[in-house]
């Protein structure tokens, strides 16, 4: 008699099964989280990409909206400062670079830019400039362009009350008071000692560049490797941000129109100044990730006492953002933040209510967001981001310039 044969079950049955109800969840959520996905696109989106050629190396440090609707981008290739003049298109007008003295100078490049009259443009920061034989004097520079390109003036200044070696540069030079404000630094002592105090160099100037007074103020950090930013507060006073980031501290400097010291604290923790679109609005500062003040928005009063902290969603990281802006209803930080993989170049988005967005410039050729600055048009900035000189299409390229729409349409 014949035994009954037996089936055996089929191991793969319950995974089909499994993968079949896979299917189906992903058949039933994927319109949504598309819908979501495109909402989310629809809030931050680039809308017109442009290759700067012929400035493969170069770097940003400021862009500058001129009255014409046109931008001027300031910066260094290497140790020398350059600035470019580009209309609203992104059409390249003019390109100026600083003259070669022909020695090796780590300090040389061009930090900030400031429109002036007539359409003019003045540059601030620290030129390749040798030494004298006898002391080492190191200047200052400031160079105004007119609106064709043409160069004005190549100024090399040093504080009128020194005497003694120094190392000096310009930082950031700000529309201030009906003129021109040049923030920068003095350290004293030869640079491989600095043997000597440092300070805020303040140099106020009208809008031809006439000086109308320069003020030197101690700073109390003890390392002179800092990050300098300045920018107008709401009472129309010079706020000054010093981030020293070895000793996880940032000094902060408030000063009126008249270069008296208003106040000067010395905070815990590592702040970047927040560039208000609203000129009534409070000082702001942000903290970056990294201190003990992570992820944190702090205003504080006219004595520079901190006012109010607010802590942020623990999901936004404002960490390389090197320019960051707030309007009324939220805080956009041009950048990268960290992920898994390095730094993304990334738009962040935080709104009032702790929720936060991202816009990712997913283009393997861009290297880094370099700066960024409003449009005319509303919700709309012009950023700066370096090319990838290895990738084919960027061998005669060095920067790219994208238009990022912030507010969604309607």
Known sequence: MSLPLRRRACPVLPWIMKLKRVASAIATTLPALLAAGCAADDGMRIVKTVKMGGVAGYTVNEI??????????????????WA??????????????????????????????????????????????????????????????????????????????????????????????????????????????????????????DRQGHKQWEKLVPYHLSDADIFLQAAVANDGGLMITAIYPTENQTEV?????????????????????????????????????????FNTLRTANKQLEPATFRPLDAGYENRRANFIYANNHSILAFGGRKSLFGYQKHVLQLDKNGTYQELKIDKPEVIWLDAAVPTKNPG?????????????????????????QTQPTK
């Open 64 to 81: 500058v909206a001129m009255p014409d609707q046109g931008f001027v981008l300031a910066g260094q290739r290497s140790q020398r400062g």
């Open 84 to 205: 470019s003049k580009v209309d609203a298109d992104g059409r390249e007008l003019w390109r100026y670079v600083e003259p070669d003295y022909g020695i090796d100078r780590p300090y040389g490049r061009i930090s900030g830019a400031v429109a002036g009259e007539n359409g003019s443009v003045w540059l601030c920061g620290a030129p390749i400039y040798p030494p004298t034989k006898t002391e080492f004097r190191q200047p200052a520079g400031l160079t105004h362009i007119d609106a064709s390109g043409k160069v004005l003036a190549e100024l090399r200044l040093t504080p009128e009350s020194l005497s003694a070696p120094f190392r000096s540069f310009f930082a950031r030079c700000v529309d201030w008071n009906g003129g021109i404000v040049v923030v920068g630094e003095v350290n004293m002592g030869l640079p491989a000692s600095r043997t000597g105090p440092s300070y805020y160099w303040i140099l106020f100037m």
């Open 253 to 293: 400097t408030h000063i009126e129109s008249t270069g008296k010291v208003i106040a000067q604290r010395t905070w815990s923790g590592q702040w970047r100044w927040v560039h208000a679109l609203d000129t009534s609005a409070a000082p702001l500062w942000i903290s970056r990730p990294g201190d003990s003040t």
């Open 380 to 404: 709309e900035f012009l950023a700066a981001g370096q090319l990838n000189a290895t990738v084919p299409d960027n061998r005669d390229s060095g920067i790219g310039l994208f238009w990022i």
